[in-house]
């Protein structure tokens, strides 16, 4: 919006709510969950909060520093910096505009399940195959792609944004309160298979959590740091220029420092406790062998859980995807928003028509997605061990490879180029400590580039 450049957030408050809106979404309670499941819980669990507590801290006060130091967003702050890194903002900008083709494409499936719960179709949702039939469908899934993208057309067209965000403070604390109480009430079912072996939810929540390092080899663990430093990235919406246009509005009173540490800790919260809700359901209902099922996780266990509730099933399931699906809106909200600013500045189209055709480009490109699991269906085996579809190419290359090859060159051009200094500067400009400062510039300088570096090669393949 032209005047929210100068505007900027009411306080330390609404920024945390704003970026805590843009970071929570379908990556926490869909993503987190199923990665989780398919690198065998615990020491996923392990080694992605150890990367929350660094690497996490390390790219979130980067991009929030940059945008508060040269209230630019990214497009121009590199620029601005240094023009010999201008490239970089540009880079940036790919990652939304890829994510941006297949967020929507799931805000869509949530869509579909707030309609099947509204009609009182949450039994046929739980039998094996619905989610399947579904995404297989030629149609169905393209129209409830398109539904969603209207909704976050509409609040970036007409700039509500504020009003979203208002509405927020009460469905995300309400998401969050059902996800507990759906943990609990998962912790406490069992379920007898067909070859008689009894599962408890309490069990699962074991394999949840307890790590297990049998027959853990360096590759396998080369895997799950991958999958877990992709969920990261794409989780906190960090290293694709969001949080350094959300950075760019926020006052210079605010204590970065404490609001960085707020928006993690929220947003690791809330997938550890999605998982939790999911994980252990999936191991009572489908075994160790469920587990693996990847992208369809989520919507094939949730159902079962919302069944075994009776009747109130109804209720909590429809509350639940329609929770989720605000959450999902405020992040593609701050995605095509995004899209929209970087697209303005490039190409001087006004605000409003710039809106309308990257709704329209986006459309195109999301049924494309749509589209890969019938008509362009393959099967493209990943170097992180999975077998993916074109949803998962796209995630693929934003999050495991254009995402390691970001952070790698701000992390050289901040700690090399530029100096630690320099961010740590911005966090202490508001008169508060700014904690961690050895850990950061210790990260900044040699472990952000040396472990990116790897990971951006183990992601193209060549390092095995
Ligand atoms: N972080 C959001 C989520 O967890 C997704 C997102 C990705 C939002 C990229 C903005 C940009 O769902």
Redo the contacts with the bound molecule.
């Keep these: 919006m032209e005047h929210k450049k100068k505007s900027s957030f009411s306080g330390s408050l609404g920024f945390v709510l704003a970026a805590a809106g843009?970071?929570?979404?379908?990556?926490?309670i869909w993503?987190f969950p199923y990665l989780a499941a398919k690198d065998g819980g615990g020491l996923f669990i392990l080694v992605y909060l150890v990367l929350v507590l660094t690497f996490g801290f390390t790219l979130l006060t980067t991009d929030i520093a940059i945008g508060r130091r040269t209230k630019q967003n990214a497009l121009q702050a590199f620029g601005t910096m240094h023009p010999k890194w201008n490239f970089l903002g540009k880079l940036t900008f790919l990652?939304?505009a890829i994510?941006m083709t297949y967020?929507t494409v799931i805000g869509g499936w949530v869509s579909k399940y707030v309609l099947v719960y509204l009609t009182a179709h949450g039994p046929a949702a739980a039998q094996d195959g619905y989610f399947l039939n579904f995404i297989t469908a030629p149609v169905a899934p393209i129209v409830f792609m398109l539904l969603f993208l209207a909704a976050t057309a509409v609040v970036v067209y007409f700039g509500v944004e504020k009003g979203i965000e208002r509405f927020s403070k009460i469905v995300m604390p309400g998401l969050l309160l059902l996800v507990i109480g759906i943990v609990i009430f998962g912790l406490t079912l069992k379920h007898t298979a067909p070859d008689g072996t009894v599962r408890t939810g309490l069990q699962g929540l074991a394999v949840y959590f307890v790590p297990n390092f049998d027959g853990l080899t360096v590759r396998h663990f080369l895997h799950i740091l991958m999958d877990a430093m992709s969920q990261l990235f794409?989780?906190?919406?960090v290293s694709?220029g969001?949080m350094i246009t959300y950075g760019s509005y926020v006052k210079d009173d605010v204590n970065l420092g404490r609001s960085i540490r707020q928006i993690e800790f929220f947003?690791t919260g809330v997938a550890l406790l999605a998982g939790a809700m999911i994980v252990p359901a999936v191991f009572m209902f489908s075994g160790t062998e469920g587990m693996a099922s990847g992208p369809s996780l989520m919507f094939e266990a949730l159902p079962k859980v919302f069944t075994a509730m009776g009747p109130v099933g109804h209720v909590v399931g429809l509350a639940f995807f329609v929770m989720l699906g605000f959450?999902?809106l405020t992040?593609?909200v701050?995605?095509l928003e995004t899209l929209v600013a970087n697209c303005k500045a490039l190409f001087h189209i006004p605000r409003k028509k710039m809106c309308i055709i990257l709704t329209v480009v986006s459309a195109g490109a999301a049924v494309l997605i749509c589209l890969g699991y019938n008509v362009l269906f393959f099967s493209l085996p990943l170097p992180n061990g999975t077998n993916g579809q074109l949803l998962d190419v796209m995630d693929y290359i934003s999050n495991s490879f254009l995402m390691p090859l970001i952070s790698f060159l701000t992390s050289i051009f901040i700690g090399w180029v530029m100096k630690p200094k320099w961010i740590e500067e911005e966090m202490i400009s508001s008169g508060h400590a700014f904690h961690g400062k050895k850990m950061y510039s210790f990260m900044i300088r040699f472990v952000v580039p040396v472990i990116m570096a790897v990971l951006f090669f183990q992601s193209t393949g060549i390092m095995k």
């Design positions: 843009s970071a929570v979404g379908v990556g926490n993503r990652v939304p994510i967020y794409f989780s906190l919406s694709m969001i947003d959450a999902a992040s593609s701050s995605i």
